[in-house]
């Protein structure tokens, strides 16, 4: 068994399962209704922008703000990124800990598949989902594309940075899954990692200081750039390393499973 029949496996049991369809339906509905907000603010705030010579338009008051509420001062809140705090690990929750409270996990890792093939192959059906949820969310804003004006710099921008928000919380989800042992703790533990990356810098904020190492650790502090159409090495470079770390000790952990039979 190969990563990839891993993946097609997991992403069969995602679409099967009700908890995905349900996840997907009710943030979706949740989303449009924002979507919808968001545009009728800036339609009733048209005669106003216009008068600016340099003022936000459309990118800037609905298709960006439909990604994040938090990292985007928007008045209407619950955008795609902090949906997907909650999402990700209740969709993860089951990928390694449920394996392991049903008692399939050892079976699994009897099929001769290598840790790191089972780990990659679970992430990448969870990745497939949540790219697929993605566009989903984009095609709101884009449907109205034809009558706009859109920043396609700063969409796409702003879009790089959820794929890598979103790979990030797949790869703590998965670690998180890994060393639980129920779903519930997997989905718990993930919750508060994710919280803990988005909160982590708020007191040094509140104190003045914007520098620093806690203000490196931030995630507000390398998507906030990303969402306002700038692309830089350094801020991707801290999601890959993140993802990474975490895909290694979900890794590891089944590793260490293996080897104790």
Not at 13 to 26: D, E, M, S, T
Not at 142 to 169: E, F, P
Request: proline share 4%.
């Amino acid at each position: 068994m190969s990563a990839l029949a891993v993946a097609r496996l997991e992403l069969r049991r995602l679409f099967v399962r009700p908890l995905g369809w349900v996840l997907g339906a009710l943030t979706l509905g949740e989303l449009a209704w924002r979507f919808v907000l968001l545009l009728g603010n800036f339609l009733a705030a048209q005669v106003r922008l216009a008068a600016l010579p340099a003022g936000p338009g459309y990118t800037d008051l609905v298709a960006v703000p439909l990604l994040s509420s938090l990292f985007t001062g928007s008045l209407v809140p619950f955008g795609l990124t902090e949906l997907a705090l909650l999402v990700v690990p209740l969709l993860t929750m089951s990928s390694l800990a449920g394996e392991r409270g049903n008692g399939t996990l050892p079976l699994l890792l009897a099929t001769g598949q290598s840790p790191a093939g089972i780990v990659l192959g679970k992430y990448l059906a969870t990745l497939t989902w949540l790219v697929l949820w993605l566009t989903l969310v984009l095609a709101m804003p884009l449907s109205l594309a034809h009558g706009t004006t859109l920043d396609w710099g700063k969409l796409a921008a702003a879009t790089i940075g959820l794929v890598l928000v979103l790979a990030l919380l797949a790869a703590i989800g998965l670690a998180c899954s890994a060393f639980a042992s129920h779903p519930a703790i997997a989905a718990t533990a993930a919750l508060v990692v994710a919280l803990a990356l988005c909160c982590v810098n708020l007191g040094a904020q509140a104190a003045g200081v914007d520098s620093g190492v806690i203000h490196w650790l931030a995630l507000g502090t390398h998507l906030e750039p990303l969402l306002r159409g700038l692309v830089d090495s350094g801020d991707v470079l801290w999601f890959v390393l993140l993802t990474a770390l975490a895909l290694a000790l979900a890794i590891r952990r089944l590793d260490a499973d293996r080897e104790r039979g």
